[in-house]
């Protein structure tokens, strides 16, 4: 397919995607060794070896390619785009909340927001991430709430936005929800849907249930722990919310959450390397959850979905390996590459309860797709599909991204994005923030 017929792929009705190996995510359709997708109208209309398809689908030939749901990351700072690798060797205490949670934050005015959000959007679709969590904790005033929102929506991508505190005497959480309900989430039918951030707060909860919103509450520890009872007896925790981070819990704090009916946000990357605690993959699945994933803030670690599997499952596998040559027995399985591919995909869908809409390639769901090229020098010879986007490949063989059945990736390249801008933007967003809370960076520390 000639480039010069994207604009024909862009406005077409009927989209059929040809001869890729088709990893669906979805148990009841299979997997297809080559196999097509035949998008209609946005959505996913069939999988499979098609044989019988409308003669007036545009084509997209996917031999040599993967064909599978985009990523999922359920936990992501959106507005921190502009401080990528700003803090590479911190911890989350001291250095963290002293910083870009205090001063940093607090000095982003709303056109940073916007510059911060868009390019954290723009780089996760770039790397295959079609649904994303923002975790937004930049809602000085409503302006700042807007910018975020207004930069989600231009990106394209499909986004749970959680709406969360700022800083300062003008901050309008939780009240302001209304507010965003009304003007930016009045329909089901639309890429942005609405949650609301907490850390176990029991008021932001009520309110929350008061007001039929999903939760998304942030660092669930150990100290916390007291805080899920309180919630439990108050009858406040309800299936569908989500708990973020999750470390060193005891046993009892995950029998809750799992009777409770909640999901689960891993971030075992960052975990690792801030100092959160151990990441509670093994607890969650000792306790029949099947966990999400999440890339938590880009600066310290990557969005790159392609380390947060591998790192979860090596992390599992070496934990479980290291008890077995210590000669424990009745040792818990270990995690499978396709487990994890599923932790990254439909699991995370679940997990921003939009599983109804996306995280597979089911017929009926949006058509949220994305096509990992294979014949490269780092990735080929393919000998196991599952395998090769978990243990081998990387953001570069993310080769085309469709969301909500729009080509929003081509042939590599980014489509309708005026990178130049977006670049700009963030470098002076970056400037300003960094000159008004008086941190100075260092290119070459």
Same mark, same amino acid.
């Not at 993967?66 to 803090?87: A, C, E, K, N, W």
């Not at 919310?241 to 960052?270: F, K, M, Q, Y």
């Given at each position: 397919?000639?480039?010069?017929?994207?604009?024909?792929?862009?406005?077409?009705?009927?989209?059929?995607?040809?001869?890729?190996?088709?990893?669906?995510?979805?148990?009841?359709?299979?997997?297809?060794?080559?196999?097509?997708?035949?998008?209609?109208d946005?959505?996913?209309?069939?999988?499979?070896?098609?044989?019988?398809?409308?003669?007036?689908?545009?084509?997209?030939?996917?031999q040599?390619?993967?064909?599978?749901?985009?990523?999922?990351?359920?936990?992501?700072?959106?507005?921190?785009?502009?401080?990528?690798?700003?803090?590479?060797?911190?911890?989350?205490?001291?250095?963290?909340n002293?910083?870009?949670?205090?001063?940093?934050?607090?000095?982003?005015?709303?056109?940073?927001?916007?510059?911060?959000?868009?390019?954290?959007?723009?780089?996760?679709?770039?790397?295959?991430?079609?649904?994303?969590?923002?975790?937004?904790?930049?809602s000085?005033?409503?302006?700042?709430t807007?910018?975020?929102?207004?930069?989600l929506?231009?990106?394209?991508?499909?986004?749970?936005?959680?709406?969360?505190?700022?800083?300062?005497?003008?901050?309008?959480?939780?009240?302001?929800?209304?507010?965003?309900?009304?003007r930016?989430?009045?329909?089901e039918?639309?890429?942005?849907t609405?949650?609301?951030?907490?850390?176990?707060?029991?008021?932001?909860?009520?309110?929350?249930?008061?007001?039929?919103?999903?939760?998304?509450?942030?660092?669930?520890?150990?100290?916390?722990?007291?805080?899920l009872?309180?919630?439990?007896?108050?009858?406040?925790?309800r299936?569908?919310?989500?708990?973020?981070?999750?470390?060193?819990?005891?046993?009892?704090?995950?029998?809750?959450i799992?009777d409770?009916?909640?999901?689960?946000?891993?971030?075992p990357?960052i975990?690792?390397?801030?100092?959160?605690?151990?990441?509670g993959?093994?607890?969650?699945?000792?306790?029949?959850? #099947?966990?999400?994933?999440?890339?938590?803030?880009?600066?310290?670690m990557?969005?790159?979905?392609?380390?947060?599997?591998?790192?979860?499952?090596?992390?599992? #596998?070496a934990?479980?390996?290291?008890?077995?040559?210590?000669?424990?027995?009745?040792?818990?399985?270990?995690?499978?590459?396709?487990?994890?591919?599923?932790?990254?995909?439909?699991?995370?869908?679940?997990?921003?309860?939009?599983?109804?809409?996306?995280?597979?390639?089911?017929?009926?769901?949006?058509?949220d797709?994305?096509?990992?090229?294979t014949?490269?020098?780092?990735?080929?010879?393919?000998?196991?599909?599952?395998?090769?986007?978990?243990?081998?490949m990387?953001?570069?063989?993310?080769?085309?991204?469709?969301?909500?059945?729009?080509?929003?990736?081509?042939?590599?390249?980014?489509?309708?994005?005026?990178?130049?801008?977006?670049?700009?933007?963030?470098?002076?967003?970056?400037?300003?923030?960094?000159?008004r809370?008086?941190?100075?960076?260092?290119?070459?520390?």
């Amino acid at each position: 397919m000639d480039d010069a017929d994207l604009a024909r792929l862009t406005g077409a009705r009927r989209i059929l995607v040809k001869g890729g190996s088709v990893l669906t995510m979805d148990k009841q359709v299979g997997d297809f060794a080559q196999g097509d997708v035949l998008i209609e109208d946005g959505k996913i209309k069939a999988v499979g070896r098609l044989a019988d398809t409308p003669t007036d689908a545009v084509v997209v030939e996917a031999q040599n390619r993967i064909v599978m749901p985009g990523f999922v990351d359920t936990h992501h700072h959106f507005y921190q785009g502009i401080l990528r690798s700003i803090l590479v060797n911190g911890l989350l205490n001291p250095d963290y909340n002293a910083t870009i949670n205090g001063p940093i934050t607090a000095a982003y005015l709303p056109p940073d927001v916007y510059a911060g959000s868009l390019i954290s959007a723009l780089g996760m679709i770039d790397m295959g991430t079609t649904l994303a969590v923002d975790t937004s904790q930049v809602s000085h005033t409503p302006e700042h709430t807007d910018a975020g929102i207004k930069a989600l929506t231009e990106s394209g991508m499909r986004v749970v936005y959680a709406y969360w505190l700022g800083q300062g005497d003008k901050m309008q959480y939780p009240q302001d929800s209304r507010r965003l309900r009304q003007r930016y989430f009045n329909s089901e039918d639309q890429l942005l849907t609405l949650a609301l951030g907490s850390v176990l707060d029991p008021k932001i909860f009520a309110y929350a249930r008061q007001n039929d919103l999903r939760i998304v509450s942030h660092g669930v520890d150990q100290r916390r722990e007291p805080r899920l009872h309180e919630l439990q007896k108050a009858g406040l925790l309800r299936a569908g919310d989500e708990l973020i981070h999750c470390n060193d819990l005891s046993d009892t704090a995950w029998r809750l959450i799992a009777d409770a009916g909640i999901r689960v946000s891993l971030a075992p990357p960052i975990e690792m390397t801030m100092g959160h605690g151990m990441p509670g993959i093994q607890g969650a699945l000792d306790h029949g959850i #099947r966990p999400s994933l999440s890339s938590d803030v880009d600066a310290t670690m990557a969005q790159d979905p392609f380390t947060i599997m591998r790192t979860t499952l090596t992390l599992q #596998r070496a934990l479980v390996l290291q008890r077995a040559r210590q000669g424990e027995k009745n040792l818990p399985p270990l995690l499978t590459a396709r487990d994890v591919l599923e932790f990254a995909t439909i699991e995370g869908a679940r997990c921003a309860h939009l599983d109804h809409r996306t995280g597979s390639l089911t017929p009926g769901k949006q058509a949220d797709l994305i096509l990992l090229r294979t014949d490269s020098l780092s990735a080929w010879p393919i000998n196991n599909a599952v395998g090769a986007v978990v243990n081998v490949m990387n953001p570069s063989h993310v080769e085309t991204v469709m969301i909500d059945g729009k080509v929003k990736k081509w042939r590599g390249q980014m489509v309708g994005v005026d990178t130049a801008r977006v670049l700009r933007l963030a470098e002076e967003a970056r400037a300003g923030v960094l000159q008004r809370c008086g941190f100075k960076r260092d290119l070459l520390e």
